[in-house]
C-alpha cells in the first residue's frame, strides 16, 4: 500500500545561484521555514490552426516550459540580522543584506534554487531551478507577522524523474541531492500588531493595517529560438506601494497627512513590525504620493482608508524602499 504525503512534514530550503539555471545544492544552513510553498511547471499542449476535415481536435506537441512558485512565511530573524528567508529577501531587493540592512540595486539581478523536501523520501522530492521574484507582500497589524512573495522560475524537477531528464533540466547536477540530515532554522515569534507606523514624520497612534506590495519587474526570458526553457532574466521598472487605514480623529497630524495626499507632495513613511530586540523588521518608503482617502463608517468608529500609493524614491533612485532587520 502507498504511502500518504502529508502537507505538515514539509521542509524548504533556500540556496543563491551563481549562474542562472545551475543548481546549488542545500546544506543545513539553508533551511527556511514555510507557512506554505509551491512550485510547479506550466507545459503548454501546441495544437495546429489548420483545418482537417474533421470536427475531432488533433493531438499537439509540448510548447517552451514555464514553471511558477510562490511562498508564504513569518517574519523571523535570524543570526546577524540575516533572516532564514535571507535569500528570498535578496530575490527582493536584488542585494544581499549589510549589517542587516537591505537596500535596492540596479546593478545585479539574483536568482535561485527553491528545495522542497517531503515525507516519506520516496515521494517526489522537488526543486525550481533559476527562480526569480516578481512580488511581494508585507502587512502590518496581523496577529503573527507573515510575509507573501511569488515568481517564475526555468524549471521543476524532482527526484522521481531525474534520471530521465534531459541537460538542462539537471541544472548541472549529477544526481538529485538527498536532503541535509540537521537542518537549522533561527527565529522568535513576531505579534504583527506591535511596533509602529509614522508617515510624513507623524507617529500614526490609531493605525489599524497597512500593506506594503513590491511588483519587482524582474521576469525570464521565454523566446529565445532554438531552447524550450528561458535563457535568462530581464528587468523593467519596479513598482512599490504603500497603503494603510486608520481610526480617524481631528488631530492635527491626520489633517496634515490629508493635506498631503491633495497636493500630492512627496513624503516618506515608516514602518516598523515587532518591538523585541531582534526581531524587528523596519521597512522604509521614500517618495509616496498618497491618493486621496475614503472613510469606512462600518465599525462604530470612522476609518480612514488610504489606498495602495506608489513611492517614488528620492529622485536619485533604487531607495524607494529599505528594509532593516534588528
Same mark, same amino acid.
Given at each position: 500500500m502507498?504511502n500518504f504525503?502529508?502537507?505538515r512534514?514539509?521542509?524548504?530550503?533556500?540556496?543563491?545561484?551563481?549562474?542562472?539555471?545551475?543548481a546549488?545544492?542545500?546544506?543545513?544552513?539553508n533551511?527556511c521555514?514555510?507557512?506554505?510553498?509551491?512550485?510547479d511547471?506550466e507545459?503548454?499542449?501546441?495544437?495546429?490552426?489548420?483545418?482537417?476535415g474533421?470536427?475531432?481536435?488533433?493531438?499537439?506537441?509540448?510548447?517552451?516550459?514555464?514553471?511558477?512558485?510562490?511562498?508564504?512565511?513569518?517574519?523571523?530573524?535570524?543570526?546577524?540580522g540575516?533572516p532564514?528567508?535571507?535569500?528570498?529577501?535578496?530575490?527582493?531587493?536584488?542585494?544581499?543584506?549589510?549589517?542587516?540592512v537591505?537596500t535596492?540595486?540596479?546593478?545585479?539581478?539574483?536568482s535561485?534554487n527553491?528545495?522542497?523536501?517531503?515525507?516519506?523520501?520516496?515521494?517526489?522530492?522537488?526543486?525550481?531551478?533559476?527562480?526569480?521574484?516578481?512580488?511581494?507582500?508585507?502587512?502590518?497589524?496581523?496577529?503573527?507577522a507573515?510575509?507573501?512573495?511569488?515568481?517564475?522560475?526555468m524549471?521543476v524537477n524532482n527526484?522521481?524523474?531525474?534520471?530521465?531528464?534531459?541537460?538542462?533540466?539537471?541544472?548541472?547536477?549529477? /544526481?538529485?541531492?538527498?536532503e541535509?540530515? $540537521?537542518?537549522?532554522?533561527?527565529?522568535?515569534i513576531?505579534?504583527? *500588531? #506591535?511596533?509602529? =507606523? !509614522?508617515v510624513?514624520?507623524?507617529?500614526?497612534?490609531?493605525?489599524?493595517?497597512a500593506?506594503?506590495?513590491?511588483?519587482?519587474?524582474?521576469?525570464?526570458?521565454?523566446?529565445?529560438?532554438?531552447?524550450?526553457?528561458?535563457t535568462?532574466?530581464?528587468?523593467?521598472?519596479?513598482?512599490?506601494?504603500?497603503?494603510?487605514?486608520?481610526?480617524?480623529?481631528?488631530?492635527?497630524?491626520?489633517?496634515?497627512?490629508y493635506?498631503?495626499a491633495e /497636493?500630492?507632495?512627496?513624503?516618506n513613511? $515608516?514602518?516598523?513590525?515587532?518591538?523585541?530586540t531582534g526581531?524587528? *523588521? #523596519?521597512?522604509? =518608503? !521614500?517618495?509616496?504620493?498618497?491618493?486621496a482617502?475614503?472613510?469606512?463608517?462600518?465599525?462604530?468608529?470612522?476609518?480612514?482608508?488610504?489606498?495602495?500609493?506608489?513611492?517614488?524614491g528620492?529622485?536619485v533612485?533604487?531607495?524607494?524602499?529599505?528594509?532593516?532587520?534588528?
Amino acid at each position: 500500500m502507498p504511502n500518504f504525503v502529508f502537507s505538515r512534514l514539509e521542509r524548504l530550503y533556500l540556496t543563491l545561484e551563481s549562474t542562472y539555471g545551475q543548481a546549488v545544492a542545500p546544506g543545513n544552513d539553508n533551511a527556511c521555514r514555510l507557512i506554505k510553498a509551491s512550485m510547479d511547471n506550466e507545459i503548454p499542449t501546441l495544437v495546429r490552426r489548420d483545418k482537417f476535415g474533421s470536427f475531432t481536435p488533433p493531438s499537439g506537441v509540448r510548447g517552451r516550459v514555464r514553471a511558477k512558485w510562490n511562498y508564504e512565511g513569518s517574519l523571523v530573524n535570524g543570526s546577524g540580522g540575516v533572516p532564514d528567508a535571507d535569500v528570498l529577501w535578496q530575490l527582493l531587493f536584488s542585494n544581499a543584506s549589510s549589517g542587516g540592512v537591505y537596500t535596492l540595486s540596479k546593478a545585479s539581478t539574483v536568482s535561485a534554487n527553491l528545495w522542497d523536501y517531503r515525507d516519506p523520501s520516496t515521494a517526489a522530492q522537488r526543486v525550481a531551478l533559476g527562480a526569480v521574484m516578481s512580488s511581494a507582500t508585507i502587512n502590518l497589524g496581523q496577529d503573527i507577522a507573515e510575509w507573501q512573495c511569488e515568481g517564475e522560475a526555468m524549471y521543476v524537477n524532482n527526484s522521481l524523474f531525474f534520471s530521465t531528464s534531459d541537460t538542462t533540466q539537471k541544472g548541472g547536477l549529477v /544526481s538529485f541531492p538527498a536532503e541535509p540530515g $540537521s537542518p537549522v532554522t533561527h527565529g522568535g515569534i513576531i505579534a504583527g *500588531f #506591535t511596533g509602529s =507606523l !509614522t508617515v510624513d514624520g507623524i507617529t500614526l497612534a490609531t493605525i489599524r493595517t497597512a500593506t506594503i506590495k513590491v511588483e519587482t519587474g524582474v521576469a525570464l526570458v521565454h523566446d529565445t529560438f532554438g531552447t524550450y526553457y528561458s535563457t535568462g532574466i530581464e528587468r523593467g521598472t519596479r513598482k512599490v506601494t504603500f497603503g494603510f487605514n486608520m481610526y480617524e480623529d481631528d488631530s492635527s497630524g491626520q489633517e496634515t497627512i490629508y493635506a498631503a495626499a491633495e /497636493s500630492k507632495a512627496l513624503i516618506n513613511a $515608516s514602518c516598523q513590525i515587532g518591538t523585541v530586540t531582534g526581531s524587528i *523588521f #523596519t521597512f522604509a =518608503l !521614500t517618495g509616496i504620493q498618497l491618493d486621496a482617502p475614503t472613510r469606512d463608517d462600518s465599525q462604530l468608529r470612522f476609518a480612514v482608508v488610504y489606498p495602495d500609493a506608489t513611492a517614488h524614491g528620492s529622485g536619485v533612485g533604487e531607495d524607494e524602499l529599505t528594509l532593516t532587520v534588528s
